[in-house]
């Protein structure tokens, strides 16, 4: 057997990775850190080894351990993925040292190509189109200005070490030019270590468009086409397609080629992405080279037909590439949605983290991926990236990409954390998407007021409160039979009909439901719906059904017996109320109450000691978020944030000892 | 001429046609008591029209206008759709005194009779506040009395809606020994049928005594209170002050005295929720289930909501002594009663408290044969003065007799204070161990302290306890546990035994009855 290859990994790249390795017959080794000790990728992996814990500076970003853990199971390659240690050059040069194979790029590339500045010299010399922009590093503010004022504005203001959307201004005078240059150098400074600004033209509403490039060690480079992927939120990317519908073929070989140039000029081997912005006149500036596995690989693989990680594989092993730049077709188009466990409600998506107690990924649907590294019953933790899934989906063409995208979504069954489906699905049917009509600025012109969930029309609503009625009609007879002899005798009075009120965004519609044969009829205003009642299953987290003959698709979440529901319907989950029309009748008769909210104040739930305390005032954190560890009986209990909030007040710190009740952390 | 006619028509027809003259004759007297008939028809009318209006649309409007709903609305609102038959409608008071015999109401301050929830019998009592606010007179009393003699004749549940001022003081003494009529049957019906206490509005005094001594005392939030003595006794007696809220509201019974076992938004709320509740008191066979992982603070509600079918868990007591969870659950639509120890809660801890609500708990579910699968993850008792001094020992000692007693199918787990939860040892039936289990006199550091006193490389010894006892190893090796399973696999495995232990038969010997440590 050969030496296996470990994977510096965690999540669903470490799976990804893992998969294409086991195709190939290579043992594979996983590394883990405390919170990831029942993750999935340990359990793919031939082997796995404990690496520290759960902060990430402490296990996977520890190249120390991350090198311990290959000695010591002799692997003989390793595989970055991306984030952590891909595009970290101290680590890939330390494992050329030790004879240790880097599945990626040399450190000299990533060294090359990880500073903004450099690598913007080195395209320009590989005779790429770059933004203009002052070539060096800006002293201070006024320097900034200054500046700003020659290139003329819009400009942006960024790290020269920067990435993911950190460190970056947009400055649109000469005062956003002076505060943009101070808080993104001290955003820089905390988050790199390394406060270098430049400053350059900034592009209005420009396209994301980025070109996957494969170069081997022998001077071959190809490029696989590119992936459009200007759907971002604070410059993430949450919705990304292959190829682009606005690049026409002349565009698309001027920047392949320009991208292949690079390469060549770099030295360039394994994949890489050459990222461009696109204006309307289809016009593209050199962005940065991202010297590694991108997140967003699968479409251009789904597309092309290469395995890249295999090519990865391949090419670090001196293996020449086995085809040329002749072969690489496009053939069909892929999107892929990013789920992620974040609030879309709130700023498009603030982090939520949970248990993942019902997770049911939609892969049995024709030309659907799911690349993801959890499980039902995983748990989505602060410590990392919050993505639980990529949704890949493929089809013949953007049209029928779209669609499958649609299903896929409406079959996702994600329970325990709040996700962003509400509006992955939304954009997926949006008209601007669909023709095609996309910027980096989508989001904010799309949803200019924030997303608030899909709007109903009439049609829908009727359709949801008929299963909102099968639903409780359902359960209605099901409270009726019991499994084991009730000692009291059932009485077998039957009730076929109920008369129900639902409430729906503050309005009440009164329903009649009764039973013909096989089905429900239910009556709502003067339209009839019929309901096979087979179809629904109280047990099931889906609801498939046909209503007048079309196929629907929902989701129960929840149904209490006061009558509270959930049910997620094209993706976004509607509140209702189902009640009996005697109980809505009385139900005005009930007092409002005040709403109190205590879920701004953390206090101890017993005496104890405080282990650690992870928030500092001002810090904005998110609803079920740790604060604080309080330690008592040889226990460890995570005080979690009940609201998502900004900390107000801090009243403890680390070895404090607390009583009762005692206020820990105000949120405000 | 036509009188002699007639005469002679009856003269000489008479004789011949006997019955037809009987029929004349009866004719002629009915006339008399149709008129009758029809005026008694229209009291019965009129009584029965007063009786649904209770004290009258002025006080109905007040009951409203405090958000809570009358008695009527109440009972109609908890049954099903026209299942409800009510007795005693046309009862009266017997006071004289005070000149309360020209103030009457039929069927006086309180609603009796019985109903289905979802088609299973239920006896029910709601008391009327618009009727003299509700106060208990001796036929108040007698018409309770009544229903509960016929609930424990029937063995069907018994649900009271409370809503009284107290006791009737026109009548003195007859409104006590009403008071304590009901007491005894509440105490002969304990066991033999489920009784269950709603608060909807005030319940004070003696009347307390009753929702104490039922299985569940459920209350509505804002609008109902149970105390001994009210604000203004408390505040002349003892000159402390109290609002009648802090004293005895929903929010200080479910979470500081522990005297009620759950609270709701509403009436409408808590009625709705009480009907689902009544679906869980219905069931045969039981077991008991603890799978431990002693590491981390991990909820146990969560092992507990992916057990259980639907993540459907009736939690009771959920705010008080949250450092044990108790509730009902469906295991493939067979009720349960689960115990769990909450780790996420004072890691676990059995305290006083803890143990009194899960005692209460395993009792009832024995008392009407519901399974108790018990997730134990608890690493001992809670140590200190406080709790020693008030009475850990005959506290704790009561979960020990109520999972001891049970003869219900019984299904456990392992974590510390392995006696004391469902053990094997307690003739539980089923014991399964998650591999995170450890069974253990004590944690690893405290045991080496006892065993090693005075040596000086502690950790050494600590690391080799752990390793002999950190595990589930010891247990399963004795047969203390009958498997290690993967925590995947508990819920089949639970919803298995359950089907074969609907069989179980165990006995207790005979006794009058046992003497649990009060």
Known sequence: MSPPQTEANRGEIACRIISTAKKMGIKTVAVYSVADAQSRHVKLADEAVFIGPSAAAQSYLDTDKILDAIRSTGAEAVHPGYGFLSENAAFVSKLEEENIVFIGPSAKAITGMGDKLESKRLALAAGVNTIPGFDGVVKDGEHCVEISREIGYPVMIKASAGGGGKGMRIARNDNDAREGFKLSTEEAAASFGDARMLVEKFIDSPRHIEIQVLGDKHGHAVHLNERECSIQRRNQKVVEEAPSLFLDEVTRKAMGAQAIDLCQKLGYFSAGTVEFLVDNNHNFYFLEMNTRLQVEHPITECITGVDLVQQMIRIAKGHPLKFSQKDVKINGWAIESRVYAEDPYKNFGLPSIGRLYKYLEPGRITGVRCDSGVEEGSEITFHYDPMICKLVCYGRNREEAINRSVEALDYFVIRGVTHNIPLLRDILTEKHFTNGDVSTNYLSQVYPEGFHGHQLNEDEKSKLLAIASALYATNELRNRSFLNGPRLQIHEKMWHKWDIVISLNGRDYPIHIGQVNDSFEIKLNKEVFKIYKKDINLARPLIETKINNEQIVMQSVLRNPNGEYKITYQGTTYHLNVISKQAADLLHLMPQKPKIDVSKIIKTPMPGLVKSVSCKVGDIIAEGQELCTIEAMKMQNAMVALASGTVKAVQIKEGDTVSDDDVLIELE | ?518
């Open chain 2, 1 to 518: 001429m036509s009188v002699r006619v007639l005469k002679n028509f009856l003269f000489v027809s008479g004789p011949k046609n006997a019955k037809a003259r009987n029929v004349i004759r009866n004719n002629l007297r009915s006339v008399g008591t149709a008129a009758h008939t029809i005026k008694v028809a229209e009291r019965i009318k009129e009584i029965r029209n007063q009786a649904l209006l209770g004290g009258g649309q002025k006080r109905i409007d007040a009951q409203h206008k405090k958000g809570k709903l009358t008695a009527r609305e109440r009972i109609h609102l908890f049954l099903d759709a026209d299942s409800f038959v009510e007795y005693d409608m046309f009862v009266e008071h017997t006071c004289t005194d005070f000149g309360m015999d020209k103030q009457k109401f039929p069927g006086d301050s309180v609603i009796t009779g019985h109903g289905l929830v979802n088609g299973r019998p239920v006896y029910v009592f709601s008391q009327d506040f618009t009727v003299f606010g509700g106060s208990l007179s001796s036929i108040h009393a007698k018409k309770i009395c009544k229903i509960m003699d016929q609930a424990i004749l029937v063995g069907a549940p018994l649900v009271g809606l409370n809503d009284s001022g107290g006791a009737r003081i026109q009548e003195g003494v007859d409104s006590l020994a009403g008071y304590a009529d009901i007491f005894q049957r509440n105490v002969l019906a304990s066991g033999v049928v489920p009784q269950i206490s709603m608060i909807m509005g005030p319940c004070a005094g003696g009347a307390v005594y009753s929702p104490a001594i039922t299985d569940f005392t459920f209350m509505v939030e804002d609008t109902s209170y149970l105390f001994i003595t009210g604000p203004d006794v408390v505040k002349s007696v003892n000159n402390e002050d109290v609002t009648q809220e802090e004293l005895g509201g929903a929010k200080t019974h479910t979470s500081i005295s522990g005297n009620a076992h759950k609270s709701f938004n509403n009436d409408v709320d808590a009625l709705l929720q009480l009907r689902d509740f009544m679906g869980d008191l219905d069931v045969l066979a039981l077991e008991t289930i603890i799978p431990p992982e002693t590491s981390a603070a991990y909820d146990m509600l969560n092992v507990i909501l992916s057990v259980v079918d639907e993540r459907d868990f009736f939690e009771i007591m959920p705010k008080y002594a949250r450092n044990i969870i108790v509730g009902f659950g469906r295991m493939n639509g067979r009720a349960v009663g689960i115990v769990g120890n909450q780790p996420k809660v004072a890691a676990g801890c059995l305290d006083i408290n803890a143990s009194v609500k899960a005692a209460r708990f395993v009792r009832f579910c024995d008392a009407f044969n519901i399974p108790i699968i018990t997730f134990v993850d608890v690493p001992g008792f809670l140590p200190g003065i406080h709790q020693e001094h008030s009475g850990i020992i005959r506290h704790g000692a009561k979960l020990l007799y109520a999972f001891a007693e049970a003869t219900v199918p019984k299904l456990t787990g392992y974590g510390g204070a392995y006696d004391v939860m469902s053990s094997k040892h307690l003739r539980g039936d089923v014991n399964y161990a998650w591999p995170s289990a450890e069974v253990a006199v004590m944690g690893a550091k405290g045991a080496v302290s006892i065993l090693y006193r005075g040596k000086s490389d502690v950790t050494k010894y600590v690391d080799e306890y752990t390793e002999k006892f950190g595990n589930p190893f010891s247990a399963a090796q004795r047969g203390f546990v009958d498997d290690i399973i993967e925590p995947r696999t508990t819920r089949w495995r639970l919803c298995r035994d359950l089907d074969l232990l609907e069989t179980k038969k165990l006995t207790n010997p005979p006794r009058k009855h046992g003497n649990i440590p009060l």
